[in-house]
Nanobody, 118 residues
Framework: QVQLVESGGGLVQPGGSLRLSCAAS????????MSWYRQAPGQERELVAL????????NYADSVKGRFTISRDNAKNTVYLQMNSLKPEDTAVYYC???????????WGQGTQVTVSS
């Protein structure tokens, strides 16, 4: 069982930056592909960014390409989401997810609120 704890959310003005962290425990972190999702009120949860287990490949939603960067530190069992040039439409609860596809295992964090407003 993997536990995921997100942190780093908060209130930021448009154009500002935030760095989210997701710390994992209880499993072999390097086996898991990691991703960030977000869910705004009244909307479905959507994939924001994904990074493979060794960290050699990433993928982003079109809406965040060029502004967000996902990275991981397997030695610290942590995945990050650097968010720059934030827009009000980025306001949402951000969740991290760990997936070990070969074992059919997936885990979610509890989420962290990001609010972009002046």
């Amino acid at each position: 069982q993997v536990q995921l704890v997100e942190s780093g959310g908060g209130l930021v003005q448009p154009g500002g930056s935030l760095r989210l962290s997701c710390a994992a425990s209880g499993g072999t972190f390097s086996r898991y592909a990691m991703s960030w999702y977000r869910q705004a009120p009244g909307q479905e949860r959507e994939l924001v960014a994904l990074i493979t287990s060794p960290g050699d490949s990433t993928n982003y939603a079109d809406s965040v390409k060029g502004r967000f960067t996902i990275s991981r530190d397997n030695a610290k069992n942590t995945v990050y989401l650097q968010m720059n040039s934030l827009k009000p439409e980025d306001t949402a609860v951000y969740y991290c997810k760990a997936v070990w596809a070969l074992a059919g295992r997936a885990y979610w964090g509890q989420g962290t609120q990001v609010t972009v407003s002046s």
